[in-house]
């Protein structure tokens, strides 16, 4: 495939599963939060709804674990009938607090990569979520030198792509976005003239999850890892 990548001169990232693990962190905790009410219901049809309740809290809440906490108390609370002990909602906390100061666990060559690629691209973070917790995050991972800017989004749609390229001064043409997500990190740059590489993570969340059309597929490069990253740019 021929794309063209010699007008980037700046480079965004996405941080959760592109350049740390994360969702693995929340599939784990769906199954300990099935387990912690396994008395009221099987652990497919509390992971059913689950999301179901991340996805109507979702405009009150945001994204991050915080939300993802108050939606497994609500869920208990609802499954329950309102019986839930304080001992269980207190576990669920836990489960939240332990999400929250997990180590930051770096996806395979992403120092090496960032590295080589500083010398000769401006590069930055685009992540959404939690903005306390992303910037611990960013700080536990010891990346923070690689990067020009970090910027926390509520979403990642068109809109809020282009408002940040705005911000910071560039061009659509001249910007590419790396990121596993292919609904927030690669079809709204596509969108907007802007380029984008796939790097897919072995999980991804349902609410990630989008079918693209062929057209748009022809338009952005997927690659296995970061590692390919340096030889596809040159
Ligand atoms: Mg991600």
Known sequence: MEIDYSHIK??????DDT???NETYFRDAELEFAKLLSAFETANKIDQELFKMEMKNLPVYGYGIKGFVLSMVEMA???????VSNKTISKILDIGKDMINKDVELLEGVEDVLQQLSKKYRLIVATKGDLLDQERKLEKSGLLDYFHHIEVLSDKK??????LLNH???KPSEFLMIGNSLKSDILPLINIKAHAIHVPFHTTWLHEQVEVNHDKSKQYQTIKSLLELPKLLN
């Open 168 to 170: 910071l001064d560039i």
């Open 10 to 15: 700046v480079i965004g990232f996405d941080a």
């Open 158 to 163: 068109e809109a809020n792509y282009s408002k």
């Open 19 to 21: 350049l740390w693990v």
């Open 77 to 83: 609370i609802e499954l329950s009938n309102n019986t």
